[in-house]
């Protein structure tokens, strides 16, 4: 018997799905606001204490959870705005937002 797995991880499907059947409709909407600003905080911790100069992030939560590429890039660079202040190593910070920026719209 084969086993499928939930290999996206989409809503409905396998753990992530138990996971938000269990805590109801309110994890989506409050997992989709603070989870993205978590990742890039967190990643940009690390490049600091690894003395990295540069570090790049794709459109958290844009994949399987389908939250608005725009949305998501407008998250993204409103948080390194807000820490770059406490950068020291950190110099460059690139975006994955091929698409928004080329077209204009997600």
Not at 69 to 83: C, L, S, Y
Request: with cysteine; glycine share 10%; charged share 25%.
């Amino acid at each position: 018997m084969k086993r499928e797995v939930n290999a996206e991880l989409r809503i409905g499907g396998g753990a992530t799905g138990a996971i938000h059947r269990a805590a109801g409709p309110g994890l989506e909407r409050e997992a989709g606001a603070e989870l993205p600003v978590k990742c890039y905080r967190t990643a940009l911790a690390l490049a600091e204490e690894n003395d990295l100069e540069s570090v790049a992030f794709p459109v958290v939560s844009t994949g399987a959870f389908g939250h608005p590429e725009k949305d998501a890039a407008e998250v993204a660079i409103q948080m390194v705005i807000e820490e770059s202040a406490k950068l020291k190593s950190v110099r460059l910070v690139r975006f994955g937002l091929y698409k928004w920026i080329i077209t204009g719209s997600a």
